[in-house]
């Protein structure tokens, strides 16, 4: 799909930003460096969202967009789906009741014929309440909910972080086309700091384990987080034509929930510029000569040693 080099920032759904599939995102370019082949999967075969990930998009949406938030998430309730229909027990109680013989049925097939001769309505599937009640919105736990809730307040009570996210704008969409090989690339900002009616800095909420300074910055080496400041840096340079400071808003998912706020420095953005450049250079070549090796290209042989940890230790102890 084409993109318009020109066309800026946008707001855009989620998921059609997500759909400009052969546009170049972060995300892919942390999966290239790995291999191409883990890239090619990644962008072929996108993986499901784990609980996790689901957990961060909420937490995003409450944080970010708390009024989206409030219209897209509710909060599960097992008492309002009293005596709905879940088990195989369920089903053959009231297909006994409705006077079906279910002889060797199978459980759809059950439910099929308990709609079929329910005609009075007695019985509610548990899905078919689920789908009533919530009616398309994402379904949080008590205990989700209770942590967002304590998510929300601590980065209110963080003074920076709060100052970062008092006037902005969520979850906008750039584009643009990268000078030295030609790829389009793409970025979407949690937030873009406004000051009047310019854009002063890009910020990226993570939830963490750890939102410590030592333990945050093995986080960032260990998930590309500096590729993605660098990418974003540079996309909306391409964009605004300004260099914009990255700023990390690291909260815990779990109690207390502790938040810290970070400037990507100077010299991370600078490592994180080397990579997705390297990235970029590389998807090139793969896409110029339809190869997408895994580790070792020309199916070599290697010698393997531990890591250095590893063979730290003294041999007469």
Request: with cysteine; hydrophobic share 40%; proline share 4%.
């Amino acid at each position: 799909m084409h993109i318009d080099t020109q066309v800026g920032l946008l707001s855009m759904a989620a998921e059609d930003y997500h759909g400009h599939k052969d546009v170049v995102g972060h995300s892919s370019l942390v999966r290239i460096m790995r291999s191409p082949a883990h890239y090619q999967e990644y962008v072929t075969n996108p993986p499901e969202p784990t609980p996790a990930m689901a957990f961060g998009t909420a937490v995003h949406s409450a944080v970010l967009e708390p009024a989206a938030f409030a219209s897209d998430y509710a909060v599960f309730d097992e008492s309002q789906l009293d005596g709905s229909l879940q088990s195989l027990e369920d089903y053959k109680a009231a297909a006994t009741e409705l006077g079906i013989k279910i002889g060797k049925m199978k459980k759809d097939e059950i439910k099929d014929a308990i709609k079929a001769a329910d005609i009075e309505s007695r019985f509610v599937f548990r899905e078919d309440a689920i789908a009533r009640l919530y009616d398309g919105k994402q379904i949080l736990t008590p205990t989700m909910m209770l942590a967002i809730h304590s998510i929300q307040a601590s980065i209110a009570h963080h003074d920076g972080a709060s100052r970062l996210l008092s006037n902005g704008m969520a979850e906008m969409s750039g584009f643009w086309t990268d000078p030295d090989t030609s790829i389009q690339c793409k970025c979407r900002p949690d937030w873009l700091v406004m000051k009047d009616e310019t854009i002063t800095g890009i910020v990226d909420v993570k939830t963490c384990a750890d939102a410590s300074a030592d333990a945050f910055a093995r986080s960032i080496a260990s998930f590309g987080y500096d590729l993605q400041a660098a990418f974003y840096q540079d996309g909306l340079k391409a964009l605004t034509g300004r260099t914009l400071p990255f700023y990390f808003i690291a909260v815990e998912k779990d109690g207390p929930h502790a938040t810290a706020a970070y400037r990507a420095s100077d010299e991370m953005i600078e490592t994180g510029r080397a990579k997705y450049r390297g990235a970029l250079q590389l998807l090139r070549w793969c896409r110029d000569n339809n190869r997408w090796p895994a580790y070792q290209p020309n199916g070599e042989i290697e010698t393997i040693e531990l890591p250095r940890w590893a063979s730290n230790f003294d041999l007469d102890s």
